[in-house]
């Protein structure tokens, strides 16, 4: 094989384990719940994170009647999450998530999952709610931003 075909068959490869790597990412199918709501917060298993195939899902998405918008819950790690507010800080509306990302239908913000905006129009970060772990339990603390 010389050096040109070996670049090429390379890059092909390396393409193809990207795109069937995203494909299978967006394949685990988005996980909805509604938690446990008290007068502080929402109190979520952590088992709500894992998969048939005991991995991790990279976030799950909270949705409860006393919520006028869905919370996204990232997972970063065993022990740091990341909860978002689903409300596009531009002008409110709901947001969709992709993946790492949040997008907004609406007119195109994009914002991390930290919440920091991405791409405007937004010019304010996500509103975000302090998370913490005890006993196999993620609380979601309503009361104050993160
Ligand atoms: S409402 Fe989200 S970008 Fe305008």
Known sequence: MDRKTFIKTSCIACTSIGL?????QSCIPVKYVTGNMN???IL????????????FRPYV???HDDLQFPIC???????NYSALLMRCSHQGAELQV???MLTCSAHGSEFDKWGKVM?????????????SLEGGKIFIDLRKKA
């Not at 979520?44 to 195939?53: M, N, R, S, V």
Request: aromatic share 6%.
């Open 61 to 63: 998405i909270v949705r």
């Open 39 to 41: 007068t502080n917060g």
């Open 73 to 79: 819950l990232y997972r970063i790690d065993d022990k």
């Open 119 to 131: 791409q405007a129009p937004a010019s304010e970060n996500l509103r975000t709610f302090p998370v």
């Open 20 to 24: 069937l790597s995203t494909l299978i």
């Open 98 to 100: 992709s993946g790492d």
């Open 44 to 55: 979520l298993d952590i088992k709500e994170f894992e998969t048939a195939k005991k991995d």
